[in-house]
């Protein structure tokens, strides 16, 4: 009897224990109910070839397809929407309808669709890829090949001859209406290049080349912002031959901006001013400055009352300048408010301005953000006649190298102020740097100012190491303000020469070729000397280290 009962308890508890490991896995089951698929991702990088897109996701066995979606502007708005069954896919003309554009960033997402829509994963963004760029034999543009109104095209010549230029909108992603289009000439078909003209400034274009109709090749050219233009600017850019200023300017009205371009030589023809002109580099084609060439110097006409002479980014020279020409070489009476290089080029000069001759009073004398070498003895400015005077002088932001003499004057002025320059090899060995000439009329009154400058030796032209000079000649009551200014160590004042007080502010211990990468014969004052003190805040800001 008692095993009947132990055998029925025992199968009560195995009872027992069947319904709790039923109800147990019951509750599993809800645990682990059924979830949304896994958002797709890369099993490799986007990439392209050509003009399609490689897509290679990571095969979800779940998964019963894939919607992919492409869009440009970072799916604002969707180019394309794609229904796959494959996880490696391949985006091109067959799969959407047209072929995608070259050279154009796309990004991509991805769907994975179950069986049962409820159960698809979120959208992921799988990245951005961009297409290849167009096989062309066009030139891709520099900055130098595109002006506010013109556009240099050019390729190398490879297949059939490029016969046809068209020019379209930013927006026309697939060159369907052009804005303008050009038939090539022999000469130009020749030389694989074309100017288009007509572009409007601050604009984006697409270029593209043609080869009777058939696509080639095409470029992005962004238009600068527009040249300075109105009624008082006369534009002496786009013509082939030399300019003889001296036949244009007396026609130019008075404060006339007179644009030159860049890489062209404009004679200046021995014009005498009588009224304000502005000289300014118009765009150009090439990196090279204007040239204004002063075989026949600049003069003034008698009795003239101007108010300004300008010059901006234009290089001024004369062949053979160097024993006995000069940018300007005055020899009459007037007044001139004021004569101003600003971002020049001035070289091989006897002179850059000397007045000889009249009475007369410029004003001001200004030299800003310019590169001066190889001037002769009538140097940086000479007021050779003491009826003549120049008030007020500034050259800021200069690197001046090889120059026989500096400043002269016959008479009083109100101030020098030499700031931010780089000065080597001036003036000539035992000559003044400041020389105001005439007794009782020789001093600069409100004193003249150094600051901030660089100053190397003398310059010594039968190359030997005799590099004194002489600090200045007259100016008994005239006061020198010297703040943080360098010499090199071969700087000195010759014996028995004029001492300029208190310069230099500073001695650099080493030489001129020490602190500098090539000062002689490349014209390069940037710092080969890493430790000098005064590498961040004096000489010219162009050769600064910051």
Not at 325 to 332: E, G, L, P, T, V
Not at 451 to 458: A, D, P, Q
Request: with cysteine; hydrophobic share 35%; glycine share 8%.
């Amino acid at each position: 009897m008692r095993n009947k009962i132990v055998n029925i308890s025992s199968v009560l508890v195995i009872l027992f224990i069947g319904i709790f490991i039923f109800n147990a896995c019951d509750k599993d089951e809800e645990v682990y109910e059924r979830t949304r698929l896994f958002s797709p991702v890369l099993n490799e990088d986007l990439y392209s070839i050509n003009n399609t897109i490689i897509v290679n996701m990571g095969k979800m066995k779940e998964a019963s397809s894939y919607t992919i979606e492409i869009s440009r502007d970072s799916f604002l708005t969707i180019d394309y929407s794609i229904d796959v069954n494959e996880n490696l896919v391949t985006i091109n003309a067959e799969l959407v309808g047209e072929e995608l554009l070259w050279f154009k960033m796309y990004q991509i997402r991805a769907t994975a669709h179950a069986n049962d829509a409820n159960y698809d994963s979120k959208a992921s963004d799988l990245g951005s890829v961009r297409t290849q760029k167009f096989p062309s034999n066009m030139t891709e543009p520099t900055f130098f090949d595109v002006l506010d109104t013109r556009a240099k095209v050019y390729w190398t010549p490879q297949g059939a001859d490029i016969t046809n230029v068209k020019v379209f909108a930013l927006s026309d992603a697939r060159l369907t209406s052009p804005l303008l289009e050009f038939e090539l000439t022999p000469d130009e078909i020749l030389a694989n290049l074309k100017i288009v003209s007509g572009l409007t400034a601050s604009t984006g274009y697409q270029i593209a080349i043609y080869s009777s109709g058939i696509l080639r090749g095409w470029e992005v050219y962004t238009t600068r912002e527009a040249m300075v233009s109105g009624d008082n600017v006369v534009n002496l850019t786009g013509i082939d031959s030399t300019v003889n200023l001296a036949d244009v300017l007396p026609d130019v009205a008075d404060g006339s901006i007179v644009l030159l371009e860049g890489g062209k030589t404009y004679d200046a023809g021995g014009y005498k001013f009588d009224k304000s002109i502005a000289f300014q580099s118009g765009y150009s084609f090439v990196p090279a400055l204007p040239v204004i060439s002063c075989g026949s110097n600049f003069n003034m006409a008698d009795g003239s009352n101007i108010d300004y002479i300008t010059f901006k980014d234009i290089e001024i020279t004369a062949d053979g300048g160097f024993g006995g020409k000069y940018a300007f070489n005055i020899d009459k009476g007037g007044s001139i408010g004021e004569i101003k290089f600003e971002s020049c080029k001035i070289r091989t000069l006897r002179g850059i301005a000397r007045v000889k001759g009249g009475v007369g009073t410029l004003e001001k004398y200004t030299i800003l953000n310019c590169v001066i070498d190889s001037i002769q003895g009538y140097g940086i400015l000479t007021m050779d006649k003491n009826t003549w005077m120049v008030n007020d002088i500034l050259i800021k932001n200069s690197t001046i190298s090889k120059a026989q003499m500096f400043i002269t004057s016959r008479n009083n002025s109100n101030s020098v102020i030499i700031e931010d320059c780089t000065i080597s090899e001036v003036p000539e060995q035992g000559r003044q740097i400041f020389r105001w000439r005439e007794s009782g009329q020789n001093d600069v009154i409100n004193g003249i100012t150094i600051k901030n400058t660089i100053w190397s030796h003398g310059w010594n032209q039968e190359g030997e190491e005799a590099y004194g000079v002489d600090g200045f000649d007259g100016m008994g009551n005239t006061n020198f303000t010297i703040i943080n200014c360098y010499t090199t160590s071969e700087f000195s004042f010759a014996d028995g020469k004029d001492e300029i007080p208190g310069f230099p502010s500073t001695t650099y211990a080493g030489s001129a070729a020490d602190l500098w990468v090539n000062p002689y014969t490349g014209m390069d004052f940037n710092f080969k000397d890493n430790g000098f003190a005064g590498k961040n805040d004096s000489g010219d800001p162009r050769w600064r280290q910051f």
